[in-house]
């Protein structure tokens, strides 16, 4: 009987439903799921924050963060830096374009013979986006800023902005944008 329960609940495992019930993930602006799962109780003042942004932040924010196979992250900026965590399922794809408008790519998941790495920091003003490659498939990942996450420090563009400002990259913008 355990081993068939064993079995049974490694098959709900194995689907995105059963981590966004269980982990009680929302969708998020961007795409995908999330849920916030730390704020940090340490607040700054803005006077010890870099340029531009407005009032105190919590040192660190933590979310778990979901894709599926044909969801994808849209671009975006954050004022912070950005860690993504590898936590389960399939590698994910992380498109980045960097202040000066080179774009590349970073794979995050667990298969380093792969060129696959379990984190990725994804520096503050870089604009990225992210997707799952590998179809009928899903994966959570945590992602955590520094300074902590806060609305006020999230763009989401439209498509016609990110092709102004990257016109050799219009072809992933049109995916991502």
Same mark, same amino acid.
């Given at each position: 009987?355990?081993?068939?329960?064993?079995?049974?609940?490694?098959y709900k495992m194995n689907t995105a439903e059963y981590w966004i019930q269980h982990l009680k993930l929302k969708p998020h602006p961007e795409g995908g799921f999330f849920r916030e799962i730390y704020r940090s109780n340490v607040e700054t003042d803005q006077k010890n924050l870099p340029h531009g942004y407005e009032g105190a932040r919590r040192l660190s924010t933590s979310i778990y963060y979901l894709?599926?196979?044909?969801?994808?992250?849209?671009?975006h900026r954050l004022r912070s830096d950005e860690i993504w965590y590898y936590h389960y399922g399939s590698?994910? &794809?992380?498109? /980045? #374009?960097?202040?000066?408008?080179?774009?590349?790519?970073?794979l995050l998941g667990p298969r380093p013979e792969r060129a696959e790495q379990p984190q990725v920091i994804v520096p503050a003003g870089t604009v990225f986006g992210a997707e799952i490659t590998e179809k009928n498939s899903f994966g959570l990942y945590g992602c955590m800023v520094t300074p902590g996450?806060?609305?006020?420090?999230?763009?989401?563009?439209? &498509?016609?902005? /990110? #092709?102004?400002a990257y016109p050799k990259h219009a072809d992933i913008i049109e995916k991502f944008g």
């Open positions: 009987m355990n081993w068939l329960y064993y079995q049974l609940n490694l894709l599926r196979s044909g969801d994808i992250s849209r671009f590698m994910v &794809k992380i498109i /980045l #374009i960097d202040q000066q408008g080179h774009k590349h790519s970073k996450f806060e609305f006020d420090d999230f763009e989401v563009f439209s &498509k016609e902005d /990110l #092709i102004q």
